[in-house]
C-alpha cells in the first residue's frame, strides 16, 4: 500500500502544489483491483498482513483498489479543468513485473502475471480474476490515449481500460470508501492532522519560483491561482 498507494498519493499533491498548468492527473490502476474484497483494510490502510497469511496479489489487488479511488476522490476536490483518471494497462509479461512472484507471495502469483488469470481468497472466499496479456505498445496505449485525447471525450473520475471506458468492481464506485481513504492517506502523508472538532488540512506552500499559487485548505480541497502562461501538463502516477 505504501509503494503503490501512498508514494503516489503524496506525488500528485506535490505535482498539483507545484505545478500549475497540470490539467490531466493519470493513476495507473490495474483489474486486478476486483480480486480486493475487505473495505475494511483499504479504507484504514490496513497493510499489516500476518506472516503466516500473506498473499502478495490480494496486497496487491488492495493497492490498486485504492488507486481507483483515489482518482475518484481527487476528482471531487481538484479544480475546474483538471482531469482526474484511473487506467488499467492490462497484463504487459514482457516488463518482467512477475520476475520475484514466488519469492514474496502464493506461487498463483507467477502464474497471474505469465497467464493473465489468477484466484486468490482464503476464509472468506475466493474470487476469480482473467484479462487478456498485451504487449508493450499495447499496455501503454490506454495510459497515452487518457492523457492525450480531448477533455470532451473523458469522464472525470472514471476508470479506463481499452482506450475507453470500463467497469469497475462495486467497492471503486464506493464513495463513501473513497472518501475515507483519502482522509487517511492525507494524514498517512502528513498533509492533514486531526483538529479537536472537525478535520482540517495542513497549509503547503508554493516552492519559490514556481508559477501560481496552491494550497490545500479545509476539507482537503485543492485550490490554484492559475498562471495565463504556459502550456497543459500532464501526470501520470
Not at 479504507?43 to 499489516?48: S, Y
Not at 462495486?170 to 498533509?191: F, I, M, P
Request: charged share 20%.
Amino acid at each position: 500500500m505504501q509503494t503503490n498507494h501512498l508514494g503516489h498519493f503524496l506525488l500528485t499533491h506535490l505535482l498539483l502544489l507545484s505545478a500549475p498548468s497540470l490539467r490531466r492527473v493519470i493513476v495507473v490502476s490495474s483489474d486486478a483491483h476486483k480480486l480486493a474484497r475487505d473495505a475494511r483494510r483499504v479504507g484504514e490502510l490496513w497493510d499489516r498482513w500476518g506472516q503466516q497469511n500473506y498473499h502478495s496479489l490480494l496486497a496487491y489487488s488492495e493497492s490498486k483498489l485504492a488507486s481507483i479511488l483515489f482518482a475518484r476522490e481527487l476528482q471531487k476536490r481538484v479544480p475546474d479543468g483538471v482531469l482526474v483518471l484511473s487506467v488499467n494497462p492490462g497484463i504487459v509479461p514482457d516488463t518482467g513485473l512477475g520476475r520475484h512472484a514466488v519469492a514474496v507471495g502464493a506461487p498463483s502469483d507467477a502464474g497471474a502475471i505469465s497467464s493473465g488469470a489468477a484466484t486468490a481468497g482464503g476464509e472468506e472466499g475466493k474470487k476469480t480474476w482473467t484479462c487478456k496479456l498485451k504487449t508493450v505498445q499495447e499496455g501503454a496505449a490506454c495510459i497515452l490515449y487518457c492523457a492525450l485525447a480531448p477533455s470532451e471525450r473523458l469522464e472525470g473520475g472514471a476508470y479506463y481500460a481499452d482506450c475507453g471506458p470500463a467497469a469497475c468492481s462495486k467497492l471503486g464506485r464506493n464513495d463513501a470508501l473513497a472518501e475515507r481513504l483519502y482522509v487517511q492517506s492525507l494524514r498517512a502523508c502528513g498533509l492533514a492532522h486531526e483538529g479537536e472538532d472537525e478535520f482540517e488540512v495542513a497549509t503547503t506552500p508554493v516552492a519559490p519560483g514556481r508559477l501560481g499559487e496552491a494550497t490545500l485548505q479545509e476539507g482537503g480541497s485543492l485550490t490554484q491561482e492559475l498562471s495565463t502562461s504556459g502550456s497543459p501538463q500532464v501526470g501520470v502516477t
